[in-house]
Every structure is written in structure tokens, then in C-alpha cells.
């Protein structure tokens, strides 16, 4: 990314009407001069890449796979038996306590990728999981690898790197947050893609996904055998049942599992690459293929019942999901599952049945009629017996196949909790077992461990019939690990009303770093998507409204025929580029929405304005100014605040200010002004000023970078409220104080 530094320009009446008649030949001089340095940049990494394949190629012996860690010895099964019971309140001791995983942002290229206008674009249809997929991929990309030497790969990675096919690269980004992907999703697809193309496992379909891959900021490195082509993949996580490879100390899985012979690995590494990361923050938006419905009903409470059903599509990715673990801790594997949210058709079909049921409970009520739901609406089985092998489900495989286990059953358990109480609950595994322990705002008694200082009570899906608070007997209670999970973050409310007075039940309660209201449902953060007919370009929303007209021949105000930022979402404004009436990009304030491009962005503007910058900075061929030309009166200036903003892309090194949404994270009032921001080096959040007045202040830290989460308090941006993971601390702090 270019580090630009924006300084105020001061420009006086007299110099404005002779800057106004060279606007349009400076401002297209620095564009060409910007657009030359970025192709030269990116042409230069691909040039250097190629060169590379030449000869830093070296044999590997890979390692066997890895095999996920079994549950020890199944525990023996026993119903609960209340005349038996006779301890009301007993406090575990555990081992330790495991951190969850950290979710980071999904890789981008090492620069941009720019539009390549086309005057004939067609489309390549294909399909990933059940889903329909479309690029500009045509017959002009076609080539064919005379084998798989080191010479052959080198020539079809140039051949690809071109520019010819930039724009399948933009089309691929674009799908992946139209639906939703995440980093493993988004590699099947482009496997998909490559094979449908090329033809199934051939080295053409290979050199295909692995380009594209890596172009999309992705860590690969290319292998063979002198016969095939292999894709080896980097990953942040330990995956089990997949043929691995040390490549300078760093794990590369081989994701086809037929091969068992030796490789010739290509070690040369691409810019800013990144491992690919098995988070899934939200499940992939898949094209709908209902399964058969089926009726699940609480034993206990028989009105407690559900009538659901899956998308297909969504349990063949679920089938495909490889198993892992980070940080070497088997419980982070069964915490990757439960911390993957249920899809919004489960959602939307199971949790209004169970709500109309728990409306007006105590927590404690509403917890013992969920747990009766999950001991006794599914038939206990365990995996060997089903699978012939360990294996965990995510919520929906739970509500879908006929037999689940403890691991199952505690994962669905953790999701109806968190998302219908709003409580926080954590997994608790006893050599043999899962259950789960849930932090109650009531007293509640039984068994239960102190994590963080917060009292989790012990809730077992798989003690049938046992309320709140009672562990097995058949257990062991001394070797307990624990993990507390993140709440699920949904665009809709679905947390009940409790009937306890309890101090949370009108609070905002902040979560992964966004803030819901039990009393008041937010608004849903929509999406916009590009949309082209008839040669012109506009959007249309999620639920396929058009929003923006499709009479635009661009939608990005950056370089005329730039086709579309990568998508679009709430809380601001978008460019958008007619030829016929604009030598320049028009802003048009569609309700909030605004771009939410992985490309290069200057900013935006007020209403009826476009950007130029400063006449004696742009021959420094970088952009230090920052102001707007209002179109319809061109000696009206307007100065713009965007400018202050990101001076700080080049005054805080090693700060991402790429994942900050400004209007979202900036605090200002007359005498101070901070911003939120994450440190790529620790990838914590913390607070720093954004206009600093002298050296000293300078990469001050108002709040230290130690927080995983950092949000304004509801209605008074003036506080913050942050959050430690490794703690369960959660306080508010003022930043004018």
C-alpha cells in the first residue's frame, strides 16, 4: 500500500481560478504517474516471482498426517438420579484455562488490483458447493504447461501475471465477501474454478488456483513430482488428515491425499503473503437447498420443540471443513466449532419457536428447558460407532444427522445460551467428555468452576435429564480444562426477555467488538453489490433491489473504467462515474451506504464535490492535500476533514488503518480527537490521537494496544469500552478524563 501524507494546503482566490484551468491535466498526469508506479510494482513482485521458479526448487520428504486426539476413553452413560443427589453447590478445580482463538482479517493482495477494461466482457459460469460463481475468464486465458519443470511453471505464471487476468482476481475478491467466505471456503472455490475450466487435477487447473491464490495475499508454494503439479497451502492452525510439509520451519499442507511420493518444492515466497486462517466469523452465504424438515422436541417440556431443516450446500462445506487445532491445545478444535455462528436460516427457523416457549423465564428457567431440549430431542451415538473416527459437528450437522455426542451436544448447547439468554458459556472438557458451564446474572447453585473471577455454573447436554448445575458422577472432576467462548454477533436481535430483574436485562451489552441493545433492536447493516446491465454499472442490495440505476460506466471514481469497489455497505457515501455528463466522478449519498473497497481509496467527499489535490505536491508525485471541488461552481472550495484522517496511514507505522471504518472509531469535541485502531504486530486494539499538535504526541497511546475488542458506549463516544480475552475483564474507560 503507498504511504501517502495528507497536509493542509492553503490556497489563495488569486491562485484558484489558475488552478482550476490546469485541474484536469495535472490531476490525469498524477493518476497516470500513480497508476505507472503501482503496475511497475506489482508487474516487478510477479517478474521476480517467475525468475525464482526457475531454480529454487528443492526435494521434500513430506510428514504424515496428523490425527485429531481422541476424547480418551469414552465415560460410561448414566440417566440422573435425583434421590441420589444430595450436594447443592460444589466448586470445581480445573487445570487451566484455554484463550480462544483470535480471528484476524482475511489476507488482500500485496497492492490493489486495478480494473482492466475490456470491451467485450463475458462471463464464466461455474460452481462451488452447490453455489453459483461468475468471472471474466474467457478462452484468451487458456494455456497450456508443455509439463511440470521448473522452466514450464516459470513461463505460466508470466503468462498469467500480464494483466490479462486482474480482473478474475477482482471478481474472485468479490465473491468472497458477497458470500461470505472464509480463507478455506474461498480455496475450494478456487479450486472449483480451476477445475472446471481446465479440466479436473490437471497442471494448467493447478498453476490457475495457485495464482490466483496467491495474488489474493495468500502463502502457497507450488510442488511436483515431474509429472503433476501440487498445491501446497500454509495454515495458522494444525490440520489434521492432510500430508504436510516443513518449509523453513513452517507447516504447508498437500491437499491432495492420493499423493505419497516425495515433492520438488518451489520455495520462493510472494510480498506480504499470509497463512490462511480456519475462523470462521459468520458461515458462507450458499445457495439454499433445503434438506427434509425434522421435528426435535424436549422430553421434559414437550412443548419446547422445533420443526428445522438445513441447506444442503451448507453440510457439503461443513463435510469438506478439515479438522484443526491452534497453538497445540485440543481444545481450541471444538472452540473453532462452537464459535462459528448458525446460519440465518437455522436461525430464523429454530430460534422464534424456542423464544415464544422462554419469554418471561428466570435465566435459570429458560437454561434448564434448553438443556432438557438438547439431552433428549437427539439419539446419543458416538463417532466411532458413526463415523469410524473422531468427529465434531457444527450446530447444524447436530440438527440434521440422527446421532450426536457430548462434543455435539455441548457445541448446540453454547450457541442457544449465547445467542437467546445472552449469557457467556464455556466449554469444559474432563478427559472423555465435553460439557458446558454457563455464567448466570442470577444466583443459581451446583456445580461450578471461578473463571476470571465470574462463577460459571455447570450444564450438562449430556447428562439426560439432569438439571443446571449437576455433573456426571462417571467423570473425572479434577482434571477439568475450560475455554470461555466469544457471543455470536447477528445483524438481528435474538436475545429473550427474561422476567429477573437483573442489571443486564436493559444494558447494552458489547460483543466481539460491536454493541446490541436487549431493549432495542439495531438497525441491519445491509450490503450493496455491483450490478451491469446492458453494458452499465449500478448496485443492487442483498435482497436484489436495484438501489443505484444501472446507467453509470463506472462505480469507482479512482480511474475511468475502474468497474466497482469489491462491494459496499452502510454508513456513508459512493462514487460513481458517467462519461457522458462528468469529466470526473460524481458523489451521490445513497442512505448510507458507502464502498467497501480492498482497493486504493483517496476518500469521499460532500455531496455534489469531487477530490483534486494540491498543484506544487503533485509533481512530488504523491498526494499531501486533500480538498473538494464543488462541480457546479468551480471557484467554491470546500475543505474536508478526510484529510487529518489519514494522516495517520503515515504517521503510525505498524497500525492498520486499513480495517478502520473512521466515522465508526473516531471520538472528537473541540480539544480532543482519538481514534481506534489494531497493531498489526500484536493484533490487539487500542486508542491513539489522530491530529496530533507537536512531535510528543506523535504515536501516543490514550489506551494501551492490549484489548481484543474496543467499543464506544452507546450514546456516549466519549467512553470505551474494552475487552481482554486472556481476562474476561470487560470496563469502561473515558477518553477525556
Known amino acids: 500500500m503507498y504511504k501517502r501524507v495528507f497536509l493542509g494546503v492553503a490556497l489563495s482566490l488569486t ?31 510477479n517478474e521476480e516471482y517467475a525468475e525464482f521458479m526457475k531454480d529454487a526448487w528443492r526435494r521434500f520428504n513430506g510428514l504424515p498426517p496428523k490425527l485429531p486426539p481422541t476424547k480418551d476413553k469414552p465415560i ?50 461455474f460452481q462451488f458447493y452447490g453455489t453459483k460463481g461468475e468471472v471474466r475468464l474467457t478462452d484468451e486465458h487458456r494455456f497450456t504447461l508443455n509439463g511440470s519443470t521448473e522452466m514450464d511453471v516459470a513461463n505460466g505464471w508470466r503468462f498469467l501475471s500480464d494483466g490479462k487476468s486482474d480482473n478474475i482476481i477482482r471478481d474472485c475478491l468479490e465473491l468472497r465477501i458477497r458470500h461470505g467466505l472464509c480463507d478455506w471456503v474461498y480455496l475450494q472455490m478456487l479450486q472449483d474454478l480451476g477445475h472446471q475450466f481446465f479440466g479436473e487435477n490437471t497442471n494448467e487447473a493447478t498453476l490457475l488456483t495457485a495464482y490466483l491464490y496467491c495474488q489474493s495475499g495468500y502463502k502457497m508454494r507450488l510442488a511436483h513430482d515431474k509429472q503433476r503439479l501440487y498445491l501446497l497451502v500454509a495454515c ?8 504436510y510439509f516443513v518449509i523453513n520451519g513452517e507447516s504447508y499442507y498437500l491437499l491432495d491425499k492420493n499423493n505419497n511420493a516425495p515433492l520438488y ?41 422445533a420443526e428445522v431443516y438445513t441447506n444442503k450446500n451448507l453440510l457439503l462445506f461443513f463435510d469438506s471443513y478439515p479438522d484443526s487445532e491452534f497453538g497445540g491445545n485440543m481444545m481450541t478444535r471444538w472452540a473453532m466449532y462452537a464459535q462459528t455462528p448458525l446460519s440465518k436460516e437455522t436461525r430464523d427457523k429454530l430460534y422464534p419457536a424456542l423464544i415464544a416457549q422462554l419469554n418471561g423465564m428466570s435465566e435459570e428457567d429458560a437454561a434448564n428447558r434448553l438443556l432438557n431440549f438438547v439431552q433428549t430431542a437427539f439419539e446419543y451415538g458416538y463417532d466411532e460407532e458413526q463415523w469410524g473416527k473422531e468427529r465434531a459437528f457444527f450446530a447444524e450437522e447436530t440438527m440434521h444427522y440422527p446421532y450426536s455426542d457430548c462434543e455435539d451436544r455441548a457445541i448446540l448447547y453454547s450457541h442457544l445460551i449465547r445467542d437467546l439468554l445472552g449469557l457467556d458459556v464455556a466449554l469444559v472438557y474432563y478427559p472423555g467428555h465435553l460439557a458446558t ?62 422476567s429477573a430483574d437483573t442489571e443486564t436485562k436493559d444494558e447494552v451489552i458489547p460483543i466481539d467488538g460491536e454493541q446490541k441493545d436487549t431493549a432495542n433492536i439495531t438497525k441491519v447493516k445491509q450490503s450493496l453489490f455491483p450490478i451491469c446491465v446492458d453494458g ?9 433491489e436495484i438501489v443505484v440505476p444501472c446507467e453509470y460506466d463506472s462505480l469507482s471514481g479512482y480511474e475511468r473504467g475502474d468497474r466497482f469497489p469489491y462491494a459496499a455497505h452502510k454508513d456513508g457515501k459512493i462514487d460513481l462515474y458517467h462519461g457522458e455528463y462528468y469529466d470526473e466522478p460524481v458523489f451521490r449519498n445513497l442512505e448510507g451506504y458507502i464502498p467497501m473497497a480492498l482497493d ?77 485502531v489494531r497493531q498489526l504486530s500484536s493484533n490487539k486494539w487500542g486508542v491513539i490521537p489522530y491530529n496530533y499538535d507537536s512531535e510528543e504526541d506523535k504515536g501516543k497511546e490514550k489506551i494501551p494496544f492490549i484489548y481484543d475488542s474496543i467499543t464506544f458506549v452507546k450514546d456516549d463516544k466519549s467512553k470505551v469500552e474494552v475487552y481482554n480475552a486472556e481476562t474476561g475483564e470487560r470496563k469502561v474507560i473515558s477518553l477525556i478524563e
Open 236 to 243: 495458522r492452525h494444525a490440520i489434521y488428515n492432510y500430508k
Open 265 to 305: 518444492i518451489c520455495e520462493a515466497s510472494f510480498p506480504n503473503e499470509q497463512a490462511l486462517s480456519l475462523w470462521m466469523e459468520q458461515t458462507p452465504s450458499l445457495d439454499m437447498e433445503y434438506t427434509d424438515s425434522r421435528m426435535l422436541q424436549s422430553k421434559r417440556y414437550p412443548e419446547m420443540q
Open 437 to 498: 458451564a454457563v455464567c448466570f446474572n442470577e444466583e443459581v447453585q451446583g456445580d461450578y468452576l471461578v473463571i476470571d473471577n465470574r462463577r460459571f455454573i455447570i450444564c450438562d447436554p449430556t447428562y439426560i435429564d439432569a438439571p443446571i448445575g449437576k455433573s456426571m458422577p462417571t467423570v473425572d472432576s479434577n482434571n477439568i480444562m475450560a475455554t470461555v467462548l466469544k457471543r455470536n454477533v447477528y445483524g438481528k436481535e435474538y436475545t429473550i426477555d427474561v
Open 15 to 45: 491562485s484558484i481560478s489558475v488552478f482550476a484551468q490546469n485541474f484536469e491535466e495535472i490531476y490525469s498526469s498524477f493518476r497516470k504517474q500513480t497508476k505507472e508506479e503501482y503496475s511497475s510494482f506489482r508487474r516487478q513482485c
Open 536 to 544: 452499465k454499472y449500478g448496485y443492487q442490495n442483498a435482497a436484489g
Open 600 to 676: 486504493w481509496r483517496i476518500g469521499t467527499g460532500p455531496e455534489g464535490t469531487v477530490p483534486f489535490v494540491g498543484i506544487e505536491l503533485i509533481q512530488k508525485h504523491y498526494v499531501t492535500g486533500l480538498e473538494y471541488l464543488n462541480i457546479e461552481n468551480h471557484y467554491e472550495w470546500v475543505r474536508d476533514d478526510w484529510g487529518d484522517l489519514l494522516d495517520i496511514n503515515n504517521s503510525y507505522d505498524g497500525l492498520d488503518m486499513d480495517n478502520v471504518s473512521y466515522d465508526d472509531h473516531v471520538y472528537e469535541n473541540d480539544e480532543v480527537a482519538y481514534i481506534i
Open 76 to 125: 460410561p452413560l448414566i440417566p440422573y438420579d435425583k434421590e441420589k443427589d444430595n450436594v447443592k453447590d460444589k466448586q470445581l478445580p480445573y487445570l487451566n484455562i484455554v484463550a480462544t482463538v483470535p480471528p484476524i482479517p482475511q489476507p488482500k493482495p500485496v497492492e490493489p488490483i486495478r480494473e482492466q477494461p475490456q470491451p467485450m466482457e463475458k462471463q464464466f459460469v
